[in-house]
Every structure is written in structure tokens, then in C-alpha cells.
């Protein structure tokens, strides 16, 4: 039972659970699985503070046309929640998957500690994972167990124990009757134009007190930044990459460098292209200069 089809549009998973629940390698699992599947993926999880038992979530994306977007999805097609208890804190979307022993309304329910016995839920991210799998068109069991097998960190017995966990629960939820869609539906992708702003406006400056414009950093330099401006060629890399923006352009966009606040980490010699850019150690700067 494949309700959901990479291969017509994008397909967006996330997969809610607790610190401990193997809920990135759920996504780990599920983004290999569509990728050795042929389909485009990102997985990527979602957490504050790593710590045991607190809720983590992880996005699996995937078509397979080219993926154009980034970060966390506005709206999903398929949530499912590996630990019950946050099921009041999320706004489900799409088709609804549990790990539940009980059946709940508009949501296909699957034990998966049931599945998962002994082992704990160190297995859960392969149960969860086999069981998103199974709804999506175009994973076969064999992907899943390969996926398993490369994400995995667990010896042999586990390894096959996992496996063997997986693929119950893959041929368990094919045969489940498909649960209605809840929620919001997915809204139709969309490109954001960014526009090309020149270096002076997109570059941030910072005019809040107490930042390096009003602390004198230069202090802090053991060698100067010293520009050769005849080699410059006014290709203001230096002035883009400079950390600090302690760099200002001239005229004829040409630097010229704070020394009240440059802190002498060399990044402008590193990107300069011409090697306008010199180190001099602070101990041959006259202290007039
Ligand atoms: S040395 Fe570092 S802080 Fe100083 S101008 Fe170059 S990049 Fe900026
Ligand atoms: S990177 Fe070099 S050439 Fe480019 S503006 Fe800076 S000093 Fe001049």
C-alpha cells in the first residue's frame, strides 16, 4: 500500500520523537532508502539541546525532480510520531502514522515496540523507518535493509536483528488500509527571487554600540594587513570576506583597512587574488604609522 509517489511530486516526511529514539537515523534510513531508490533526497533532523528524552524531529524530502527547496517544509504529506506522548504537542499533517498498540481515529497505528521487543527502542529507527518506506512508491525492502546496513552503528547481531524488525514492520504496513489525509495540504512549490545587491548594500555593517566599530581591536594584531594598491585590482574580495568589516573601498574600490579594529587574522591576504595584501609584523610597524 504506497499512497505516496516521489516520482509525481514532492514527498515531504518528518518524523517526531525523543532524544534516544534513533529519530535522525529514522530520517538517516528513510533519505538513503529513496536515494539508492533513484529519487532526489534531504534529510536532515531537528533539535535544541542534545539530551536524552527530549523531542527531536527530522525531515526526509524527496522527488525526483530536482529539489530547489531549503530548510524545514511549510506543510507536510506524511508525519510519523515515534513517541506517543508528543502527539498533543504537534499539529499532524498529511497521513498520520503512530506508534500506537492502540487504534486512533484518522491515524494508522503501528506497535512498533511490539515489533521491536527486547531490543528497545534502540531498533525504533529502523521500525519507524520501514514503516514511512512502505507507503512510499518506489522503495522496495531491499533499499530499506541497505540503508539499515550503511547507517546503522551496531554490531552484527543487532544489525540483523534491526533488519529482521524492518522488514516485519515494512510488509506489516503494506497491508494496512490507507488512513484518510489530515491537515493542511501541501502548498504548491514556489521559487523565491533574490535579487543581486553590489557589495555595498548587501554586505552587513554594524552600527550597534559595543561591537568591534567602537572597540579598538587592533591591539589585538600581531601582524598588519598592509594593501599595495598599485597591484589591487579592485576586485574587493578582501573587503567581502574581511570578518571583521573593518574594510571600507575608495574611490576607485580599493581598500583601505581599519587599524583601530583590524585584528590581524590575514583572511583579506588569504582571498586577495593579485597578493596585494602583505603581512607585516606589528613589531616593525612604527608606532608613529
Ligand atoms: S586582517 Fe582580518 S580583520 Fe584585518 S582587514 Fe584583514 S580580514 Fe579584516
Ligand atoms: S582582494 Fe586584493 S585585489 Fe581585490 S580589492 Fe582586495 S587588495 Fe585589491
Redo the contacts with the bound molecule.
Sequence with gaps: MAILDPSKGIVRVVFYGRGGQGIKTAGRILGRSLFTSGFNVQDFPIYGAERRGAPVYSYVITSSEELLERGPPESVDLTVIVDKSLLNLVNPEGVLLVNSVFPLENAMSVDMNSFIGKLGSYALSAAAASASAALINGIGRNEVIEAINKEVIANQYLLKKEVEIAVSVFDYVKKLPTPKTIGAKPKKDELVELSFDGPDISTPLILAKGTSTLRKTGAWRLVRPV?NLEA????????LACPEGVIKLNDES??IISYDNCKGCMV?QE????E??KAKPESEVSLIE
Design positions: 594593501v589591487c585590482k579592485a576586485c574587493y574580495l578582501c573587503y580599493k581598500p583579506c582571498v586577495c587574488p593579485f596585494a595584501i
